[in-house]
Structures are given as C-alpha cells and as structure tokens.
C-alpha cells in the first residue's frame, strides 16, 4: 500500500493534521496502535460509564468575534463550525496557596487583574508592566532559554505573586522543572489567563467522534490496533513503514506526532538529545453523588493549590508529591446540562522510575494506588468540604497507566523537555507534530498537526 | 475564464474560509490579507481549493502573486484560460 500522508497517532494533533490534509487530498492514513483514538485525550468504560481520561478543561476560549484566536484559526483551518462544539465557558477557577494568599481567575480578564491589584498592591503597577511585555512578545521567534521566573520575579519583586503565577502555567504545560522558557509562558499566559478555559458539551468522545466524522467525510482513511515498528529510511529519506503485523506501507510523507524520542526510536538511531528529568502526574478521579455540596468551593472549575512553604515543581522523591496539584471539577462550567454524578479530580507530581520498580508486583502496585487516592482525599477535602462518605466510584491513573495506554515515554505527559518547534528534525520527508513541538494543550496541539501540514507539506505536493 | 469570473472564483473560495468577510469595501488594488484579516494559514486555503477546483499547481515562489484580487485576477488568466 501506498499513501502521499501516512501519520502515526491518532492522538488530537495527528487528527488535526489528518483532516487538514484530507480537506484537500483525501489520500492520508492515520495509524494508531490503540483500539482507540485521542491519546492522552480518550475515556474508557467502568460501571456502565463513561469516564473521561486528559481532559479537564480545554484552554483558550475565544468569542466568535476574535477571528486570529487560536480556537478560532484552528475551526477555520479544520472547516469545523464553532456550534458543533456546543461550547460551554468555565465558572471561575482558583490558584490557592494555603495559609497564603488566594487568587480568583475567570475568563473576564478583569477579575484576575482586581484581584492582583487587591492582594498584591505593590506589585499591580509591575503586573502591568508585565502583560505589557506579554503582549508584545513573539514566542515563536528562535531564541534560547529565557528563564519567565526571572523575569516575571524582575517585573513583581515578590516571590510568592510570581509562584502563583507560574503554577497553574506548569501544570497545565511545562515539560521542565521549576522554570518555563520565556516564549513558553507567554503562551501559556495567554492561553490560560487572558484566554482562558472552557469545555465541549459533550465527552471527550463526543469530541473525538466529531472530528473522526469530519476526517472520513473528506476521505480519509484511519487504522487502529496498528502500531508501527520501524520507519524504513535511507539516510535522511523515509520510504515507509513497517507495522507490528508484518505489513509494509510506503508514504511520500511522514508525520510523527508520538513524541521526538518515540520517533528515533523507530527509526533505529539515537536521538543524541540531552536527558532530563521527564514529569510523570497521577491523577484520582472520584465519582460522588450529584448532591454532594462541596460547601468550600462549590462553583470553582479548577483549583491549583500549593501547601508547602515555596512552590516547587519537580520530580519528587517519592511516588507522589501531594504538597501541590490540580482539582478538577468538570461540571462547573456554565450552562453544562444537570449529571446524575458529580466528579472530583486530583492531580499531583509523581515519580516514574519509582512507580517502574512497582510493575511487575501487582499488589504492591494496587496497594500504592490505594494510597495515592487515599492521601490525595484529605487534601482535596480540605480545600472544598468533605465528600468521602459520598464517594460512590473512584480510580487512579499513574505514569505506568499514561504509558501503556498512549506510548508516551515514561508517562509525561508534556514530552521530552527538549521542543522541536519548527517540527523539523533534518530528514527529507519526515517531520514531527504534538507535544514535542512545544505546542501545548487540545488547541495547541491540534494547531501544531495543522500548522506542520501547512508549513512542511501541502505547498510541497 | 473570463476576468470576472476568476474575480468571483477567489471571492467565492474566500467566504468559504470565512464566511463572515465582508467585501463591500474591498479595493481590488489592496492585498486582501490586510484587508480582510487573513492570516497566512488562511491564504493557503486559497491556494489549495485552486489546486483541488481546477487542478491548478501554484508553486510556492508564486504566492505573492495572489497577494491582491488584481494580482490574482492576472496571474490566473492565462492559466485558466481553458477552464
């Protein structure tokens, strides 16, 4: 068999690509080794249920009116109207630092300015001075490493603003530790502060299904269960590849949106990038009843919250790190349709090579899950009102489920530290798209597959 | 195809990307990016439903001569001759 555009993984940037494509060429072949697609962004069935996996909020909303928004350029380029989305704008979310001091964000800009300008008086006058800069920058320009603390820390002289500030940004996107890159913040502020969040109507699936719909009106093809196991190349030129069931099929181009490292892999060579510490997170999701009142924070969407003295993002010691994290409400968004549960979600750091040591002991490594929800619990109570006694469900993913189920190295979700943002890794024909390219969330994402095909290939063929 | 008729074939495949784009003010002699808010990614969506429409290959080098709707208009002439 042979195809112009083979793209390996089904994941939300290789579906993105695929569509793109198929809208003028319909001969593409997206290959992905689960039985499913969506990748970090998929669900799976328990209780007669439906549970979402990834998601929890999708960043930069945008009104139809703002036509060069992100949102809005990727549904023009995709040729998906915006009330197929059924979009509903989140609540409020919060970035709490216990015992410290807390901030409110919505996606009304002017709530987390006034609350900035309230509790950090001496500071408002430099965050000022910083969107500023921030609306000016270009963090697409080539540059090296620019530390945003210092320069955020430079703008705010004060050193808690500046973590809270940073936290949310890290855990919704930073591959690296206790630091972004300059052009990576911008971004991320933009798209979580100045943007902000919203979520589609239906699941996940729902979503996947749509855009799997799009795909196959235009004619394109999709596989599923098919993992590759090599990409055939001589030198710098990819003939194909091989698939784990033996089949060969020959491309003009290849995509790869599975990750840089995964991509060498295949390719048979060391990658010859720097090894740096990879992120992995567990996350909990609790089901409870629908009138469960939360009575501490009834209507927050996401909570980023911090109890430790200073903020730190790295990977910790041990197999979790519970003093920071993430907590996910996903019915609080606006006008969402009444569930008949209500869910709650953790996310916290973990410690791959730890959870590694627990594979091949399934009741050590059932047994640590058992903690991680069971210490994760108390936290999450403590910031929204108990719930335990209505917790009717309740599962936990770690870095050895994110691994198995979507290939990702180690877990991490965020990829190799090291981005590749042209996409371009020196070959002829092949290039990358996804996590890897430094794009980050759904849109982000799915802009990176869009805009691979528009730079690299389409005005190629 | 007539020089109007090109006129309207780039009109049409505009308001397919956004159907939105008004273009009572367009001024043919003005690039259309500025004009009507297009971005790069959007101008390619030119390029390719020419492709895809009438099997014309726009080589990259060749884009700037799309840049406004006189300069297209030019530009395709001899090649739709035919069309």
């Given at each position: 068999?042979?195809?112009?555009?083979?793209i390996i993984g089904?994941g939300l940037s290789g579906l993105a690509a695929?569509?793109r494509?198929?809208?003028?060429?319909?001969?593409?072949?997206?290959?992905?080794?689960?039985?499913?697609?969506?990748g970090l962004?998929?669900?799976?069935?328990?209780?007669?249920?439906?549970?979402?996996?990834?998601?929890?909020?999708?960043?930069?909303?945008?009104?139809?009116?703002?036509?060069?928004?992100p949102?809005?350029?990727l549904?023009?380029?995709?040729?998906?109207?915006?009330?197929?989305?059924?979009?509903?704008?989140?609540?409020?979310?919060?970035?709490?630092?216990?015992?410290?001091?807390?901030?409110?964000?919505?996606?009304?800009?002017?709530?987390?300015?006034?609350?900035?300008?309230?509790?950090?008086?001496?500071?408002?006058?430099?965050?000022?001075?910083?969107?500023?800069?921030?609306?000016?920058?270009?963090p697409f320009r080539p540059?090296?490493?620019?530390?945003?603390?210092?320069?955020?820390?430079?703008?705010?002289?004060?050193?808690?603003?500046?973590?809270?500030?940073?936290?949310?940004?890290?855990?919704?996107g930073s591959s690296i530790?206790?630091?972004m890159d300059?052009g990576q913040?911008?971004i991320m502020?933009?798209a979580?502060?100045?943007?902000?969040?919203?979520?589609?109507?239906?699941?996940?699936?729902?979503?996947?299904?749509?855009?799997?719909?799009?795909?196959?009106?235009?004619?394109?093809?999709?596989?599923?269960?098919?993992?590759?196991?090599?990409?055939?190349?001589?030198?710098?030129?990819?003939?194909?590849?091989?698939?784990?069931?033996?089949?060969?099929?020959?491309?003009?181009?290849l995509l790869s949106t599975i990750g840089s490292e995964e991509t060498y892999?295949?390719?048979?060579?060391?990658s010859?990038l720097?090894?740096?510490?990879?992120?992995?997170?567990?996350?909990?999701?609790?089901?409870?009843?629908?009138?469960?009142?939360?009575?501490?924070?009834?209507?927050?969407?996401?909570?980023?919250?911090?109890?430790?003295?200073?903020?730190?993002?790295?990977?910790?010691?041990?197999?979790?790190?519970?003093?920071?994290?993430?907590?996910?409400?996903?019915?609080?968004?606006?006008?969402?349709?009444?569930?008949?549960?209500?869910?709650?979600?953790?996310?916290?750091?973990?410690?791959?090579?730890?959870?590694?040591?627990?594979?091949?002991?399934?009741?050590?490594?059932?047994?640590?899950?058992?903690?991680?929800?069971?210490?994760?619990?108390?936290?999450?109570?403590?910031?929204?009102?108990?719930?335990?006694?209505?917790?009717?469900?309740?599962?936990?993913?770690?870095?050895?489920?994110?691994?198995?189920?979507?290939?990702k190295k180690?877990?991490a979700i965020y990829g190799n530290p090291i981005k590749i943002k042209d996409g371009d890794i020196g070959y002829?024909?092949l290039f990358l798209a996804g996590t890897d390219q430094g794009f980050l969330g759904i849109v982000g994402s799915m802009l990176s597959g869009v805009s691979i095909i528009n730079q690299h290939i389409?005005?190629?063929? | 195809?007539?020089?109007?008729?090109?006129?309207?074939?780039?009109?049409?495949?505009?308001?397919?990307?956004?159907?939105?784009?008004?273009?009572?003010?367009?001024?043919?002699?003005?690039?259309?990016?500025?004009?009507?808010?297009?971005?790069?990614m959007?101008?390619?969506?030119?390029?390719?439903?020419?492709?895809?429409?009438?099997?014309?290959?726009?080589?990259?080098?060749?884009?700037?001569?799309?840049?406004?709707?006189?300069?297209?208009?030019?530009?395709?002439?001899?090649?739709?001759?035919?069309?």
């Amino acid at each position: 068999m042979h195809v112009p555009l083979l793209i390996i993984g089904g994941g939300l940037s290789g579906l993105a690509a695929a569509i793109r494509f198929a809208r003028f060429i319909p001969d593409v072949l997206l290959l992905e080794q689960h039985s499913r697609v969506g990748g970090l962004n998929s669900y799976y069935y328990r209780n007669n249920r439906l549970f979402e996996t990834g998601l929890h909020a999708i960043t930069n909303y945008a009104p139809p009116k703002e036509k060069n928004a992100p949102l809005n350029r990727l549904l023009r380029q995709l040729k998906i109207k915006r009330q197929e989305l059924k979009l509903h704008q989140q609540n409020q979310s919060e970035i709490r630092f216990l015992d410290q001091e807390s901030l409110l964000f919505s996606n009304d800009f002017s709530l987390f300015d006034s609350e900035i300008a309230e509790k950090f008086p001496a500071s408002h006058n430099g965050f000022r001075h910083l969107i500023e800069l921030i609306d000016t920058y270009d963090p697409f320009r080539p540059l090296p490493f620019i530390s945003a603390k210092k320069v955020i820390q430079k703008h705010l002289q004060n050193a808690l603003l500046t973590d809270m500030l940073l936290c949310p940004l890290m855990y919704y996107g930073s591959s690296i530790e206790n630091d972004m890159d300059l052009g990576q913040f911008v971004i991320m502020f933009r798209a979580i502060f100045q943007e902000g969040m919203f979520r589609p109507g239906g699941t996940i699936k729902d979503l996947l299904d749509l855009l799997l719909n799009h795909y196959s009106g235009h004619g394109g093809k999709i596989r599923t269960r098919a993992g590759v196991s090599k990409i055939l190349h001589t030198d710098k030129k990819i003939h194909g590849v091989l698939l784990e069931s033996g089949e060969e099929i020959t491309c003009d181009y290849l995509l790869s949106t599975i990750g840089s490292e995964e991509t060498y892999t295949l390719l048979g060579i060391p990658s010859g990038l720097k090894s740096m510490p990879r992120l992995g997170f567990v996350e909990t999701i609790f089901e409870i009843q629908a009138g469960t009142p939360l009575p501490l924070a009834h209507d927050r969407t996401i909570i980023f919250y911090n109890s430790d003295k200073a903020f730190s993002y790295q990977q910790p010691e041990q197999l979790v790190d519970f003093n920071s994290g993430v907590i996910c409400m996903p019915q609080n968004f606006e006008n969402l349709p009444q569930a008949s549960f209500k869910e709650v979600r953790t996310t916290h750091l973990a410690r791959y090579e730890e959870w590694e040591l627990l594979k091949n002991n399934q009741d050590d490594y059932k047994a640590a899950k058992e903690t991680t929800a069971l210490t994760s619990l108390p936290v999450a109570e403590k910031i929204l009102g108990n719930f335990a006694q209505n917790i009717v469900y309740r599962d936990t993913f770690t870095p050895l489920t994110i691994e198995r189920f979507t290939a990702k190295k180690k877990g991490a979700i965020y990829g190799n530290p090291i981005k590749i943002k042209d996409g371009d890794i020196g070959y002829d024909n092949l290039f990358l798209a996804g996590t890897d390219q430094g794009f980050l969330g759904i849109v982000g994402s799915m802009l990176s597959g869009v805009s691979i095909i528009n730079q690299h290939i389409l005005p190629r063929l | 195809m007539t020089r109007d008729a090109i006129k309207n074939l780039i009109l049409e495949i505009i308001e397919d990307i956004d159907e939105d784009a008004d273009f009572d003010a367009l001024q043919s002699d003005k690039p259309l990016r500025d004009q009507l808010d297009l971005d790069s990614m959007d101008f390619l969506d030119i390029v390719m439903e020419l492709r895809k429409r009438h099997k014309l290959q726009i080589p990259e080098e060749d884009y700037p001569e799309l840049a406004t709707l006189d300069s297209c208009v030019n530009y395709l002439e001899p090649l739709l001759a035919d069309a």
